[in-house]
Structures are given as C-alpha cells and as structure tokens.
C-alpha cells in the first residue's frame, strides 16, 4: 500500500487566480494520477503523471489549463491556472503499485477548491 | 466516455439490512474494482476482482463479476451506519491503459 498526502486540504480562491495542488507520496511509484470530482459527480481523470517525461492529458483536458510536475518518483504537482467557478471540484491524485492498472489505486485525501 | 455505471444511483436502507449495488460496462475488462468514498474525502479500495473471477468476497463484502453480461454487484451484508459513503466502480481495460470510474451509489444506512 502507499499512503499519500495532499496540499492544501482545502482552499478558496478568487476567479482569474491559480493554485498548485502538492501530492507526496510515501514510496517511489511509477504511475501517478490526477483526478477531478466535480460536485455530486463521479472522478475523471485529468492525466497521468510519469516521472521523466511529460504528462499524458486525457481528452478535455489541456497542458495550459493544468501544468503538472512530476520532479522525482515520491512527488507531482497540478496546478490549476486561471480559475473560474467551473473549476470547483475536489482534486486528487492517486498512484499504483507495481503491476500498474491490473492492481489497485491508492487516493490521496483530495484537496476541496472553491472558486469564487 | 463513462466506461462503469452504477445503479442505484442512491440507496437508502436500515441498519442491518443488505445492501446491493450493480455496476454495468462496455467493453473489455482485465479488472474491475469497487472503491468507497466518505463526505468527499479520499477513495478507499475495497476489493479487485479480475476478469477470470466471479466472486469474491472480503468480510461483509461479496462481489460478483459477469462478463458475459458486462456486470458486477456489490453485497454489503448486515449494513451499519458507518457503511453510509459513495461507492464507485471503476473498470481497467485489457491493455491496461485506462482506467474509468462509474458515477457511484449514494449509500445511506439509517441507525
């Protein structure tokens, strides 16, 4: 298992402003993965995170809207840039263990943004 | 797309009762998972079966697996109001590549 932290916990922020989201994680893992769960709504994945190459974006969701680091195998970073109220969510990131996707994910505890 | 759907969408039952929650998919599966999450917090994992299983169970949980029908239930047996929480599917494909969560069951259990 992976136990995994995330920061801030919570946050409001004003339209127009960005946010970088932290996610540490206690071991090194290959796979990280960010997620947003919009109010009463199921989790879409944003990207994937892998350390030493550039993060695969899903479809929806651009490089300009949400940069993602990924400087070493313990830690990534999502930032949300230019925010409206539609960027309202919880956002999480999660990782695998080895054998990727065949084995299950581990969640951190998601950070709740509000954007006024 | 939505790969996972569950049904009910919410679910209410007394303590004590059984709960049962379904998950429908489209396509090909290596595994399917069920996952808990409480007050919008972070999801748990609560049990992985894989395409070549059809039942699994772990403490008060039973799963079931059908791939000839693209489905899976959740059975929480002798339901207690610290069971109260969303639960979510979430389907892997064959290739191992995507990774699709289902909108969830709203499960409230009354004391």
């Known amino acids: 298992s992976a136990v995994i932290s995330q920061k801030p916990s919570r946050d409001i922020c004003q339209r127009g402003t960005s946010l970088t989201i932290q996610c540490q994680v206690d071991s090194q893992v290959t796979m990280m993965f960010w997620y947003r769960q919009q109010p009463g709504q199921s989790l879409t994945l944003i990207a994937t995170?892998?350390?030493?190459?550039?993060?695969?974006?899903e479809s929806g969701f651009v490089i300009d809207k949400f940069p993602i680091s990924r400087p070493n195998l313990t830690f990534s970073t999502l930032t949300v840039s230019n925010m409206s109220p539609e960027d309202s969510s919880i956002y999480l990131c999660s990782v695998v263990g080895n054998g990727g996707l065949y084995n299950e994910q581990f969640f951190g505890p998601g950070t709740r943004l509000t954007v006024l | 797309s939505q790969q996972g759907e569950e049904d009910p969408q919410a679910l209410s039952i007394q303590e004590g009762e059984n709960a049962t929650m379904n998950c429908s998919y489209k396509?090909?599966?290596?595994?399917l998972q069920w996952y808990r999450q409480n007050s919008g917090r972070g999801l748990v994992h609560l049990i992985l079966?894989?395409?070549?299983?059809r039942e699994k169970h772990s403490g008060r949980l039973r799963v079931t697996l059908d791939t000839s029908k693209k489905s899976s239930s959740l059975l929480i047996t002798a339901s207690r109001a610290a069971d109260t929480a969303s639960y979510f599917c979430?389907?892997?494909?064959?290739?191992?590549?995507?990774?699709?969560f289902g909108p969830g069951t709203r499960l409230s259990v009354l004391p």
């Open positions: 079966i894989r395409s070549n299983e």
């Open positions: 396509t090909s599966i290596n595994n």
């Open positions: 995170a892998n350390q030493g190459s550039e993060a695969t974006y």
């Open positions: 979430a389907t892997v494909r064959r290739n191992g590549q995507n990774f699709v």
